[in-house]
Protein backbone atom coordinates (compact mmCIF):
# COMPACT_ATOMS: atom_id res chain seq x y z
CA UNK A 1 0.00 0.00 0.00
CA UNK A 2 1.37 3.16 -1.51
CA UNK A 3 -0.43 5.92 1.37
CA UNK A 4 -2.11 5.29 4.69
CA UNK A 5 -5.39 6.70 5.37
CA UNK A 6 -4.43 9.62 6.98
CA UNK A 7 -2.24 10.43 3.71
CA UNK A 8 -5.13 9.86 1.31
CA UNK A 9 -7.71 11.90 3.70
CA UNK A 10 -5.12 14.95 3.90
CA UNK A 11 -4.52 14.46 0.07
CA UNK A 12 -8.13 14.98 -0.73
CA UNK A 13 -8.32 18.15 1.81
CA UNK A 14 -5.32 19.67 0.44
CA UNK A 15 -6.42 19.45 -3.21
CA UNK A 16 -9.63 21.21 -2.57
CA UNK A 17 -8.82 23.58 0.27
CA UNK A 18 -5.19 24.29 -0.72
CA UNK A 19 -6.02 28.10 -2.88
CA UNK A 20 -8.79 29.22 -0.59
CA UNK A 21 -6.26 28.63 2.32
CA UNK A 22 -3.61 30.93 0.00
CA UNK A 23 -5.83 33.84 0.03
CA UNK A 24 -4.59 36.98 1.77
CA UNK A 25 -7.78 37.38 3.47
CA UNK A 26 -8.18 34.01 4.58
CA UNK A 27 -4.58 33.98 6.45
CA UNK A 28 -5.66 37.44 7.78
CA UNK A 29 -8.51 36.29 9.32
CA UNK A 30 -7.50 33.04 10.90
CA UNK A 31 -4.32 34.37 12.13
CA UNK A 32 -5.35 37.26 13.60
CA UNK A 33 -6.28 36.10 17.12
CA UNK A 34 -2.86 34.34 17.20
CA UNK A 35 -1.39 38.01 16.43
CA UNK A 36 -3.71 39.34 19.04
CA UNK A 37 -2.51 36.98 21.16
CA UNK A 38 0.90 38.25 20.85
CA UNK A 39 0.55 41.97 20.85
CA UNK A 40 -2.12 42.25 23.32
CA UNK A 41 0.46 41.98 26.21
CA UNK A 42 2.09 45.23 24.89
CA UNK A 43 -0.97 47.25 25.72
CA UNK A 44 -1.74 45.35 29.11
CA UNK A 45 1.55 46.21 29.94
CA UNK A 46 1.09 49.81 29.19
CA UNK A 47 -1.68 50.08 31.19
CA UNK A 48 -0.59 48.07 34.17
CA UNK A 49 2.68 50.11 33.99
CA UNK A 50 1.22 53.04 35.81
CA UNK A 51 0.49 50.80 38.73
CA UNK A 52 3.99 50.00 39.92
CA UNK A 53 6.10 52.99 38.61
CA UNK A 54 4.07 56.71 39.10
CA UNK A 55 7.54 58.40 38.32
CA UNK A 56 7.79 57.16 34.64
CA UNK A 57 3.87 56.99 34.04
CA UNK A 58 3.82 60.97 35.09
CA UNK A 59 6.97 61.09 32.29
CA UNK A 60 5.39 59.03 29.69
CA UNK A 61 1.91 60.72 29.79
CA UNK A 62 3.51 63.46 29.06
CA UNK A 63 5.04 62.49 26.08
CA UNK A 64 3.33 59.76 24.47
CA UNK A 65 1.34 59.42 21.96
CA UNK A 66 -1.21 56.77 22.09
CA UNK A 67 -1.98 56.65 18.03
CA UNK A 68 1.90 54.98 18.07
CA UNK A 69 0.84 52.25 20.57
CA UNK A 70 -2.27 51.35 18.84
CA UNK A 71 -0.37 51.37 15.20
CA UNK A 72 2.59 49.50 16.84
CA UNK A 73 -0.07 46.82 18.10
CA UNK A 74 -1.83 46.47 15.10
CA UNK A 75 1.17 46.10 12.63
CA UNK A 76 2.66 43.32 15.17
CA UNK A 77 -0.75 41.42 15.66
CA UNK A 78 -1.01 41.60 11.54
CA UNK A 79 2.25 40.61 10.78
CA UNK A 80 2.27 37.63 13.72
CA UNK A 81 -1.16 36.54 11.97
CA UNK A 82 0.00 36.64 8.10
CA UNK A 83 3.62 35.08 9.05
CA UNK A 84 1.70 32.29 11.25
CA UNK A 85 -0.81 31.26 8.45
CA UNK A 86 1.94 31.65 5.67
CA UNK A 87 4.24 29.47 7.36
CA UNK A 88 1.61 26.99 8.00
CA UNK A 89 0.43 27.09 4.34
CA UNK A 90 4.34 26.50 3.19
CA UNK A 91 4.32 23.34 5.48
CA UNK A 92 1.14 21.60 4.27
CA UNK A 93 2.30 22.24 0.78
CA UNK A 94 5.42 20.80 0.94
CA UNK A 95 4.18 18.27 2.61
CA UNK A 96 1.68 17.67 -0.07
CA UNK A 97 4.01 17.71 -2.63
CA UNK A 98 6.37 14.95 -0.94
CA UNK A 99 3.33 12.68 -0.92
CA UNK A 100 2.88 13.41 -4.86
CA UNK A 101 6.75 12.76 -5.35
CA UNK A 102 6.08 9.51 -3.86
CA UNK A 103 3.77 8.33 -6.44
CA UNK A 104 6.03 9.18 -9.15
CA UNK A 105 9.34 7.87 -7.17
CA UNK A 106 7.27 4.94 -6.76
CA UNK A 107 6.66 4.73 -10.69
CA UNK A 108 9.98 4.86 -11.63
CA UNK A 109 11.29 2.03 -9.75
CA UNK A 110 8.79 -0.01 -11.06
CA UNK A 111 9.91 0.71 -14.51
CA UNK A 112 13.16 -0.48 -13.16
Not at 4 to 11: R, S, V
Not at 76 to 83: G, H, K, Q, S
Request: no cysteine; proline share 4%.
Amino acid sequence: MLYTPDELKFMAYWEENRLKQKRFLYQLTFGLPLGILFSAPIIVNFLLGRFWYKRADAVGLGQFNPMVLVVAVLLIAVFTALLSRKFRWEKLEQQYISLKKRVESAGVADEL
